[in-house]
């Protein structure tokens, strides 16, 4: 079944192709070959004549079963399957008539195949016809093409054919050139499915070969490839390298690696910023810097094949009565949430409700302070200077607290003043966890890692050692 020939013949001199694709039956489900003629409807004065002529390969031998089964290596293994056999152009001749011919793939199925044409003069005609390949005998198997490692996966395997009796038994046999040695077998009967177990599975790419010998000696084998990976799970990496001649660039392991060239100190912007707009979530925080990551990574490098856009944030869907911003849609306003994305909102449109926001909070409790709303005040430039004085009064603030008022008189110029909270209040509490620094005054997990965080932002603000 090596041979397709395929004809056309209309009314007017002219060029022509062809494509025959994959039809719609499974790899084993076959009828038995054949040859057949059909004429096209004429479309625009051509008529297309198409026919097929399949040369079949020679019959194998039968031989016993105790032979057979001691043969498995003689077993022809078909590896070559494809979706689309063929994409041609041909041009015919004086006559109208064109041949060519080509080797089939492996698949044993049903192809259909389209045919058109058009001439010098514009007469146009299609044609289509289907084209059934099988074998006297064939095997089908239910494998799938990724697995993660550790699995012992079993493959599912069955035989079919026209020369194939019912109840013949069905030797099998699995095979892997990646794992010398290793030779699994079983036993079935044709048209039956048998389930034989595969390996512990170790990350790699694999040939699986599997083989089968009828009880009257007829043969089949087909060759799977598997896939076998730590995890499903990817992520986008991003690294920064300090271009020098003649160095060698490694990109990924497979997919796309994309080169981005900036200046030493935008650069080093790059990875953090594709991080964060790869993040996503719905929460306002993802959200948001998501988008704002965006807007700078198109200042700082700019991708026009970039596959992946942040979308933009409806705030008003956030934004509470009162002014505040919530976590989520659905969520109460939350201050410290308002304080430390007011750098950023502060040039929205609901600034002005935010603004007003965090002075009902500070009059609400004219006796409490609370820092996170100075710290947001201070952000949008309002003169708050001497409610931060006052708050410093305040004998029993928490470290939360000291560390808002610190970023505020940071952000207010007050720098020496953000510097002395620091190391009167914070130093003590710095635990050395090489290679990171931590703050702890709690047990607890949230609180510490809250904690740490707004520390981290004042100390890189002061450029402290720490």
Sequence with gaps: MNVLDNLYQWVDSGMGYSYS?????????????????EFAKTTNGMLMDTSFSVAEAAPMAPQDAPQAAADMGSVQVRSEFKDTALFRMVTLDENGTGTFSFKLP???????????????????????????????FFINDSLNT?????????IGVSSYGNDLKEGETITWQITS?????????????????????LWPLEEGVYDIE???????GMSDGIKRTIYVTDTYHEIEKAVTETLKPNMILQGGKDGLTTL?????????????????????????????TAWQAQLLLDEIAKDANRYFDAASVDLTQYQKPDGGYGILPYSESDVEL??????????????????????????????????????????????????????????????????????????LGETAVAQKIYDEKLVS????????????????????????ALAAVLAARLDTKD
Excluded: C
Aim: net charge negative; glycine share 8%; proline share 6%.
């Design 210 to 216: 599997i083989r089968a010998i009828s009880e009257s």
């Design 146 to 154: 990724t697995y993660l490692t550790g699995d012992t996966p079993f």
């Design 338 to 411: 308002s304080a430390q994305l007011a750098v950023l909102l502060k040039d929205e449109s609901g600034a002005a409700m935010l603004k007003q926001y965090f002075y009902s909070l500070i009059f609400a409790e004219p006796g409490r302070v609370n820092a996170p709303a100075l710290f947001g005040l201070a952000v949008m430039g309002e003169p708050v200077l001497v409610d931060l004085n006052n708050a410093l009064k305040v004998s029993n603030l928490t470290t939360r607290d000291n560390i808002y008022l610190a970023l505020a008189f940071d952000t």
């Design 429 to 452: 509490l710095l635990e050395n966890m090489k290679p990171y620094i931590r703050v702890k005054e709690s047990t607890d997990t949230d609180t510490i890692l809250r904690d740490t």
């Design 21 to 37: 694709s994959h039809g719609m039956g499974a790899a084993g489900d076959r009828g038995p070959v054949y040859a057949e003629r």
């Design 177 to 197: 050139p990646q794992k010398p040695g290793l030779v699994h077998t079983a036993t079935g009967k044709a048209f039956e499915r048998t389930n034989i177990p």
């Design 106 to 136: 492996d698949n044993v199925t049903s192809w259909y195949v389209t045919l058109a044409g058009i001439s010098p003069d514009l007469y146009g005609g299609t044609g289509e016809a289907n084209l059934k390949v099988t074998l006297p």
């Design 260 to 288: 981005l060239f900036t200046d030493e100190g935008r650069g080093r912007l790059v990875p953090p910023l594709y991080h964060l707009m790869y993040s996503g979530g719905s929460r306002l925080d993802q959200k948001y």
